[in-house]
């Protein structure tokens, strides 16, 4: 199992433990624990929907796929640590992580 934090959209926080071992995607996971993330696409890098931003553990997760960036690029508002949740496997890379949900509407 693998522990991170969640913040939503007015700043809460909650912690959150995923199985690491069931190739599921941090996508996958906030839906399950019904957060507000659409994921129009169902997880193929093709909406940004899925819109997170990683505030703490960005290093461990490694660089955005080409398809990754083109979708956060064409955002009206992303950042240097902002990924795509369909694109994050749950791994032990994101054990302490904190994620920051973003979205379509930020």
């Not at 959209?9 to 019904?34: C, F, H, T, V, Y």
């Amino acid at each position: 199992m693998v522990t991170f934090t969640v913040e939503d959209q007015e700043g809460n926080r909650q912690q959150i433990e995923a199985p690491d071992d069931m190739g599921l995607s941090l996508m996958e996971i906030l839906k399950a624990s019904e957060y507000p993330i659409l994921a129009t696409c169902g997880g193929m890098a093709l909406c940004a929907t899925c819109h997170v931003e990683i505030l703490e553990g960005e290093d461990d997760l490694g660089e955005a796929t080409d398809a990754e960036l083109d979708q956060l690029e064409n955002l009206p508002e992303y950042f240097p640590t902002s990924r795509l949740a369909c694109q994050i496997r749950i791994s032990p890379t994101l054990e302490g992580a904190v994620i920051k949900l973003r979205g379509e509407d930020n």
